[in-house]
């Protein structure tokens, strides 16, 4: 990993002030931190953050993740009820997101960091096993079980895909490349707040989001220095060169591809909780169940009236479904 292209310089990596996320509607937690040292020259680090809460030895560990632009605040609503149920949850904010830190150059995301980064905070320093994850949009995109697939125990997979550049195994969706195309004005706090764009995908049966919220959602971003990853993040989708962006992207599509290598053989349980008003993820959920064993004689859900960012306008069905389906795992297990 050393071997990188190119290392991070301290004077490209910004820390978002704490006084930003000063009592923030619904998100009590305090942050715990790791610093990792990957992808960075001597003497620079980054330094994660992430919501470690319920017991240690719990029976049950939640890996709750989030896509950008948001950051763990948008799991809030989630972690109440499966700490109400004596699970561990865990939820890092993503390098460039939430209260981690943030690279200050786009060239400094990718596939690989994010993976690498994400290893190092998770198997590394917490060194979680057993767990149940839910991956949503990039939370699923970075194929993190695929790395280290023996320390999950099931995989709960809502509104994400993992594009090959192959059409013919995968086409990505008319919805994505809107958002592509419109991502690098949008994704401008001058342009567009991200609590305000947010509006967009977290309406649903539980409401939209008000103005304390929006300004949760948009607080680790003072300033559109600090979103490189906010704008980084479509660039870097696995994309064919029929790409009507103009933007293909190919180099990452190996890494998709190479997950699932592993997925196709993956007999993990693995439920499926898409929304049924995602026009970005629409449809992605059907390759999961031609493909990953695991999703098979699963009581997969659809998330009713909810866009892409189901944490949020959907809390009480993804909540529901996730209990459901460790209940029905244990019940399974218990069988043996």
């Not at 098979?296 to 069905?317: E, F, M, P, S, Y």
Request: net charge negative.
């Amino acid at each position: 990993m050393a071997t990188d292209h190119h290392q991070l310089n301290t004077s490209k990596v910004l820390r978002t002030p704490e006084d930003r996320f000063k009592c923030l509607k619904g998100f009590p937690y305090e942050p715990k931190y790791f610093v990792t040292h990957l992808f960075c020259e001597h003497g620079v680090s980054i330094r994660m953050a992430y919501v470690d809460e319920g017991p240690k030895d719990a029976r049950e560990t939640l890996l709750l993740t989030h896509g950008e632009p948001a950051w763990s605040y948008l799991n809030r609503k989630l972690i109440p009820p499966l700490l109400a149920r004596g699970y561990r949850v865990v939820a890092p904010d993503l390098v460039g997101f939430g209260r981690s830190d943030k690279p200050a150059r786009e060239e400094d995301y990718t596939y690989r960091r994010h993976i690498a980064w994400l290893d190092d905070l998770i198997f590394n320093h917490l060194e979680l096993k057993g767990i149940t994850a839910v991956f949503q949009d990039w939370g699923g995109l970075l194929g993190l079980p695929a790395a280290q697939p023996s320390h999950f125990r099931r995989m709960v997979v809502a509104n994400t895909f993992l594009p090959t550049c192959d059409d013919s195994f995968f086409k990505v969706s008319p919805g994505f490349y809107r958002w592509k195309a419109a991502a690098p004005k949008l994704m401008l706090e001058t342009t567009m707040p991200v609590g305000k764009f947010m509006i967009m995908g977290t309406s649903g049966p539980d409401g939209s989001i008000d103005e304390e919220e929006q300004y949760a959602y948009s607080a680790p971003f003072p300033s559109d220095e600090f979103k490189a990853a906010a704008r980084r993040f479509p660039e870097l989708v696995p994309t064919p060169d029929s790409d009507p962006t103009g933007r293909p992207q190919s180099c990452e599509g190996e890494n998709n591809a190479a997950a699932w290598e592993v997925f196709k053989s993956w007999h993990k349980p693995t439920l499926l909780a898409f929304s049924d008003g995602d026009n970005v993820m629409r449809g992605s959920d059907q390759i999961w169940l031609q493909l990953c064993p695991g999703t098979r004689d699963q009581h997969h859900v659809t998330i009713k009236g909810c866009g892409h960012l189901v944490q949020d306008g959907g809390a009480i069905q993804v909540t529901a479904a996730i209990c459901n389906f460790i209940d029905d795992a244990i019940c399974e297990r218990s069988k043996f």
